[in-house]
C-alpha cells in the first residue's frame, strides 16, 4: 500500500462544488507550500543579513569603548553614547526580527512519536500554572478517559499548545472578567477516529473584525506582540496533519479547537 505521507505534496486545485474537506485540504497544501518557498528565501536572506549586522553590533562596541576611555570633559561624550547605545538596541531588534521570522518560515523538520495527549496537556498545564495563578485565572483540565495517542513532535507541538495557554493567560487581565471569572479550560475527548484539544478562555474575546485576521502572520493587538504565535501554532498543526478552528465572542471568550490523527496501531507505543 502506498505510503500517504510519501506521496506528493501538491494537490490538484479542486472543481468548483468539490466538496468543503476537499477545498479545505487544498488550501492547506497550498499554505504550507508557500511557507516552504518563503522558509528558502528566508534562509538565504537573513544569511546576508546576518553577517553585516554582527560586523555593525561589533564596530558600535568598540566604538562605545573608545568613547567611554575619553575624558568625561570631551564635549559631545555623553550624547555620542546616547546615540551608540539607541543604536545598539536597534541592531539587536533587528536581529531578532530575523529570528522570529525565520523560526515562522524556516523549514520545520517533524520528528514524530505516539504520544500520549494528555500527558503533553498535563505538562503544559504545570508549566504555566505558576503565570496563571499570579493572574488569578483558574485552570480546569477535562481529559479523555480512552487517552488518545497521536503521531506528534512531541517538543513542537508542546511550543503550538504553549502559544495558545499564553494567549488565553493574556486575554485575562485582571479587570476583564469579574463578572464571569477568569477561568481557562482545556479539554481532551476522541470523536470520529480523531482527537480533539479544546483550549477555552473566558477572557476579552476577538471583535468580528479582527477574527479573520488572526491566523495572518504579524497581526497583533498587543504591544510587543510579534504577531507569529497562532500562526506558528497553525503551521505546526498542520504539520502533523490537523486542523485548527476558534470560535470567539467579545467579553466572553474564546475557544481554539484542534484536531488531530490518532495512532492507527496503538501496540506501536
Ligand atoms: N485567546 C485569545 N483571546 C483573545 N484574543 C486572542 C486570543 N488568542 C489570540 N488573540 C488575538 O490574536 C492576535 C494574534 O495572536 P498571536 O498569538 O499570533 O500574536 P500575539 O499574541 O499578539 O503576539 P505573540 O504571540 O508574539 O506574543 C492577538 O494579538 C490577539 O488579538
Ligand atoms: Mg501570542
Known amino acids: 500500500m502506498p505510503d500517504p505521507l510519501s506521496q506528493p505534496r501538491e494537490p490538484q486545485r479542486?472543481?468548483?462544488?468539490?466538496?468543503?474537506?476537499?477545498?479545505?485540504?487544498?488550501?492547506?497544501h497550498a499554505r504550507l507550500d508557500q511557507?516552504?518557498?518563503?522558509?528558502?528565501?528566508?534562509?538565504?536572506?537573513?544569511?546576508?543579513?546576518?553577517?553585516?549586522?554582527?560586523?555593525?553590533?561589533?564596530?558600535?562596541?568598540?566604538?562605545?569603548?573608545?568613547?567611554?576611555a575619553l575624558p568625561d570633559s570631551t564635549p559631545p561624550k555623553q550624547r555620542s553614547l546616547t546615540r551608540i547605545t539607541t543604536?545598539?538596541?536597534?541592531?539587536?531588534?533587528?536581529?531578532?526580527?530575523l529570528d522570529d521570522f525565520l523560526r515562522f518560515a524556516g523549514r520545520l523538520e517533524l520528528r514524530t512519536s505516539p504520544v500520549p495527549l494528555n500527558r503533553v496537556v498535563e505538562e503544559l498545564v504545570d508549566f504555566i500554572h505558576p503565570q496563571?495563578?499570579?493572574?488569578?485565572?483558574?485552570v480546569h483540565t477535562a481529559l479523555a478517559a480512552e487517552n488518545p495517542l497521536c503521531p506528534l513532535d512531541d517538543n513542537l507541538f508542546k511550543q503550538a499548545l504553549l502559544n495558545l495557554l499564553l494567549n488565553?493567560?493574556?486575554?485575562?487581565?485582571?479587570?476583564?472578567?469579574k463578572d464571569r471569572g477568569a477561568?481557562?479550560?482545556?479539554?481532551?475527548?476522541?470523536?470520529?477516529?480523531?482527537?480533539?484539544?479544546?483550549?477555552?478562555?473566558?477572557?476579552?474575546g476577538i471583535s468580528p473584525e479582527h477574527?479573520?485576521?488572526?491566523?495572518?502572520a504579524y497581526f497583533t493587538t498587543k504591544k510587543g506582540g510579534t504577531g507569529l504565535g497562532l500562526p506558528?501554532?497553525?503551521?505546526?498543526?498542520?504539520e502533523h496533519h490537523g486542523t485548527i478552528a476558534v470560535q470567539s465572542e467579545p467579553n466572553r471568550g474564546t475557544s481554539f479547537r484542534i484536531e488531530l490523527p490518532l495512532v492507527v496501531d496503538s501496540t506501536a507505543a
Open 14 to 28: 479542486p472543481a468548483k462544488g468539490a466538496p468543503r474537506r476537499k477545498r479545505r485540504e487544498y488550501e492547506q
Open 35 to 68: 511557507l516552504a518557498e518563503m522558509g528558502k528565501l528566508a534562509a538565504g536572506l537573513a544569511h546576508e543579513l546576518k553577517n553585516p549586522l554582527s560586523t555593525l553590533k561589533l564596530n558600535l562596541q568598540l566604538l562605545e569603548e573608545d568613547l567611554a
Open 87 to 97: 543604536l545598539k538596541k536597534e541592531a539587536d531588534r533587528l536581529r531578532h526580527t
Open 132 to 138: 496563571a495563578q499570579a493572574n488569578k485565572i483558574r
Open 168 to 177: 488565553a493567560i493574556q486575554a485575562m487581565p485582571p479587570e476583564c472578567c
Open 183 to 204: 477561568e481557562l479550560l482545556v479539554r481532551t475527548l476522541v470523536s470520529k477516529g480523531q482527537a480533539i484539544l479544546y483550549v477555552s478562555d473566558t477572557g476579552v
Open 211 to 216: 477574527l479573520p485576521h488572526i491566523f495572518d
Open 232 to 238: 506558528t501554532t497553525r503551521r505546526i498543526i498542520e
